[in-house]
């Protein structure tokens, strides 16, 4: 009799459990996960944003319109085409006391001045008016003749990232010569590919593939648990009408990839080629040949770089392409840096050359 009643109070338990988790089952709230493409302009270029596992407690409305707040917000201050940007208003002031900014753009010239210093200045956001004298960025003219060598050097005297300093406490930057100039568009691409990032970070979204004009973060993965894969271009002109031919892939998760390269934009007046990439250190264009002058049977064509930092990659790409394969390389393995260097080369049998740093993916 004993036995009976255990069992019958042993079954009655377990009943009321499972009626419990039944009804906790049936009411608790659910979470739906949901893929997502969020696509738009800004900052003069294209973005694609893919979100995959969105929580169904995040609206996708309000993803895009945080993700639109977030770039609008890094244009109203960085861009060089806005005349009431932090940047524009500082190019405009000939004053040399300090000069304030919001603590981005703060940070992102201090980022830009430590890789600098890294590349002994092959990157140098102070460069702004000698891209503009060779036709290239805001306000430039791109039928103009090129600077002769007494008005290129007077114009170099204009640059130097040595003159630009950052306050070490508040929101503010100082110029050291009225004429100094910057121009962030080297590394702000980048910076805006991290801030998405942290904006979806802040949404509890965990798994993205963040691309702002070529320059690429990722987290995660796919919704179907597959990585990443992120082409490499050919770093060849464009064909019209057709699709960029892809040199190789890399897998992405938790890590930023950005290129540089000059296959892109450039110019050719009367039958020189001019890359919008200027070497800070001789103020002239990274490719240059000249009537009469031999064609190199290889030129750089695009340097690609893998880091944490999407704003640090989009920096480090542009003074590797300035310090050119085999400095570049050298200062890849000495501080670690994963870099791609792909040339392209007048040898029809193999007109893609590629040299990469050890950290590298092969």
Sequence with gaps: MFGNIF????????????????????????????DAVIEGDSMGTFYSIKVSGIPMTVDNRELSRAIQETLDRIDRAMSTYKPDS?????????????????????????????????TDGAFDITVAPLVQRWG???????????PGAEELETVRNTVGFRHLRV??????????????????????????????????????IDSYMIDIGGEVRCRGAKMDGSPWRIGIEVPQPDVPGADPNIFMAVELKDVALATSGDYRDFQERDG????????????????RTLPGEAVPTERLGSVSILDPSC?????????????????????????????????????????????????FPR
């Design 136 to 146: 290239f960025g805001a306000g430039a003219d791109s039928r103009s003749r090129p």
């Design 167 to 204: 306050h070490p406490d508040s929101g503010a930057i100082k110029k050291d010569i009225p004429e100094l100039q910057i121009d962030l568009s080297a590394v702000a691409k980048g910076y805006a590919v991290d801030q998405v990032a942290r904006t979806l970070d802040t949404l509890k």
């Design 311 to 359: 704003a640090r990659a989009d920096a480090l790409a542009t003074a590797f392409f300035v310090l050119g394969e085999i400095r570049g390389l050298e200062l890849a393995e000495r501080a670690g840096i994963p870099a791609l260097f792909l040339s392209r080369s007048t040898d029809v049998s193999k007109p893609i050359r590629k040299a990469a740093s050890q950290t």
């Design 86 to 118: 932090e940047v524009c208003r500082f190019n405009a002031s000939d004053s040399t006391d300090w000069f304030p900014v919001s603590p981005e753009t703060a940070a992102v010239v201090s980022l830009a001045l430590d890789i600098s210093t890294l």
């Design 272 to 287: 020189v080629r001019y890359s919008h990439i200027i070497d800070p250190r001789t103020g002239e264009p990274t490719e």
């Design 7 to 34: 069992w019958n109070v042993v079954r009655f338990g377990l009943a009321a459990a499972f009626l419990v988790l039944f009804f906790y089952l049936a009411l608790a709230p659910k979470t739906y996960y949901t």
